[in-house]
């Protein structure tokens, strides 16, 4: 559940792009408003309508995100396909991608492709990073020098499959060390997602010790609004209103209901869309006019969108309208750091039994504040991959051309810092369903997303207790020992605190799934923790200066 995604230069200042589910961020570099070689096929344009869709009628938002969603082989009928849409020459049958997405789900290529919009609001930022690039590499032109000549290729190595906890079935107990000397016990909460509860992962001192450390580094709010600039960077969207219709209505009866539109709204501008929003919004533009909350293709067309980004602008949101309302850090648990923050890195890697380069290499722990009327509606860790995208751990030594970064979150761990006087539970809002529907996310105006209104109605909560650890896998196993598609069934949120204050903190075990990539990232990260030490990873010298604190008890 947590805010911004990305490895080793976690503030929210860097080229990221926050989205209101699983903290999953997305970075769009320069590259992005180039076409993708494959050309644009009817599946991309579709999925690229429903984005500017969902966004030109309520507008945007890292990872918790942002802080956090279709098939690519999913072709439009003919009497739907947005006219224009070329077929490069990939983009017949005979060249299937994998996804990691089913269709629809909660990671479709229409929720993912919102957040790429932001690449407009971030163009200083891209600018910045590639002259940073451009100086930090040199001109390729000149001599590389001997640093550069003596860096001769070496094999990759090949990586083993990934362990992967039986779920057994719920309820089903088992005992494990992952502190010396003494017995904890993990129990199964669900199969999909495949979810497990740890009590007494965390002693209640070194609860205490990380919650003193997050408020000596300062924390930030975990999202922020985007700025007037959005409407502008609407506007540069080519799509035409009669393919906006058409993409997003998604049962093709010629009407728009309101939970169409939400599904494809779900980030709004950074707030929280509600039935209630939408039908309001709709009043003040009179783009209803029967007040139904359902509009024809006629009564859409009729419609200037300008409208709504003038009637968004004209609103500001409120705390308990976003997204996200949360307060977070992150506290490195590399070397320096704190001897408690390195214990409890060791710790995952025994309870995860994942290789030490997997975990070691993995994101900083971020730690998160939820006031009273704190709240994360649900979403879900793991940003998907798609041939456009890769892996935002991986991308610093993939040395492909890629426009647009995610986070690739095999695993979260999460631990509860503190007992939550009200409220506060993280909910699974579909756990262990039979099936998998996007579209009954939604019924009778109750969002099972909606985390500040509907957190009693999901299927599985659990609540905050001191010192319990949870964690569970946002991907399924594609059948060969690693990284196979999402899990839809991964979606999580966090309840509202009514009373009181909410500390976590989350661990996320960042896994590429590109065997190979991943396999480059921890042979060049190794090579540098050779050569450099922590003198190559500067901002670990804040940790260093903890590593003396103590909590009275």
């Not at 030109?56 to 739907?80: D, I, K, Y």
């Not at 971030?122 to 451009?134: I, K, Q, R």
Request: charged share 25%; hydrophobic share 35%; with cysteine.
């Amino acid at each position: 559940m947590g805010a911004a995604p990305c490895r080793h230069s976690i503030p929210e200042h860097r080229l990221l792009v926050t989205a209101g589910r699983a903290d999953s961020a997305v970075r769009v570099p320069a590259t992005a408003q180039r076409e993708h070689p494959r050309g644009p096929s009817p599946g991309r344009a579709r999925d690229l309508g429903a984005m500017a869709a969902a966004v030109a009628t309520v507008q945007r938002p890292e990872a918790e995100t942002v802080e956090e969603a279709s098939n690519l082989q999913w072709p439009l009928p003919p009497e739907h396909r947005p006219s224009g849409a070329a077929t490069g020459p990939g983009d017949d049958e005979d060249a299937p991608v994998r996804p990691l997405c089913k269709p629809r789900g909660i990671c479709s290529r229409a929720y993912f492709l919102v957040l790429m919009v932001f690449v407009h609001l971030y163009l200083g930022n891209v600018l910045a990073l590639l002259l940073f690039v451009h100086y930090s590499n040199g001109d390729e032109s000149t001599d590389p020098g001997p640093q550069r000549r003596e860096q001769s290729p070496q094999p990759v190595p090949t990586l083993g499959p990934l362990t992967r906890l039986e779920g057994i079935k719920v309820g089903y107990e088992r005992k494990v060390q992952v502190v010396a000397g003494r017995d904890h016990f993990i129990r199964t909460l669900s199969l999909k997602p495949l979810l497990f509860e740890i009590p007494g992962f965390l002693s209640d001192e070194e609860c205490r010790l990380i919650i003193h450390l997050a408020q000596m580094k300062g924390l930030q709010r975990s999202q922020i609004l985007p700025t007037e600039e959005y409407e502008e960077a609407m506007s540069a969207m080519q799509v035409s209103q009669l393919d906006l219709f058409q993409l997003l209505d998604q049962n093709h009866d010629g009407r728009l209901q309101l939970r169409e539109v939400l599904a494809q709204t779900r980030l709004g501008n950074g707030r929280w869309m509600t039935p209630e929003n939408i039908q309001e919004m709709y009043s003040a533009i009179k783009a209803d006019p029967d007040g139904d909350g359902v509009l024809s293709l006629q009564e859409f067309s009729n419609m200037d969108l300008r409208d709504f980004h003038k009637y968004m602008r004209s609103h500001k949101a409120e705390s308990n309208e976003l997204v996200r309302n949360s307060h977070h850090t992150w506290l490195h648990q590399g070397e320096g750091a704190h001897h408690v923050m390195r214990a409890i890195r060791q710790r995952v890697l025994r309870l995860t039994r994942l290789s030490p380069e997997i975990v070691e290499f993995s994101e900083p722990l971020q730690v998160v504040r939820y006031g009273e009327g704190g709240h994360y509606h649900a979403h879900v860790d793991s940003g998907p991959v798609y041939p456009e995208t890769i892996c935002s751990h991986t991308k610093l030594v993939a040395n492909e051309s890629v426009p647009f970064e995610t986070s690739c979150r095999y695993m979260t761990v999460l631990f509860y810092l503190n007992n939550v006087t009200g409220g506060g539970e993280t909910v699974f809002p579909v756990a262990d369903n039979r099936t998998y529907d996007e579209m009954s996310l939604i019924q009778d105006n109750v969002d099972l997303r909606d985390t500040r209104r509907h957190c009693d109605k999901g299927n599985l909560r659990v609540k905050p207790q001191q010192g319990t650890a949870v964690f569970w896998y946002n991907y399924l196993p594609d059948g060969q020992g690693w990284v196979g598609e999402v899990d839809d069934y991964s979606l999580h949120g966090g309840c509202l605190v009514t009373r009181g204050t909410k500390w976590i903190a989350n661990n996320w075990i960042n896994v590429d799934p590109s065997r190979a990539r991943q396999a480059l990232f921890q042979q060049e990260m190794a090579r540098l923790a050779r050569e450099g030490g922590t003198d190559s990873q500067p901002e670990w010298a804040l940790d260093r200066a903890y590593s003396d604190a103590r909590v009275e008890l």
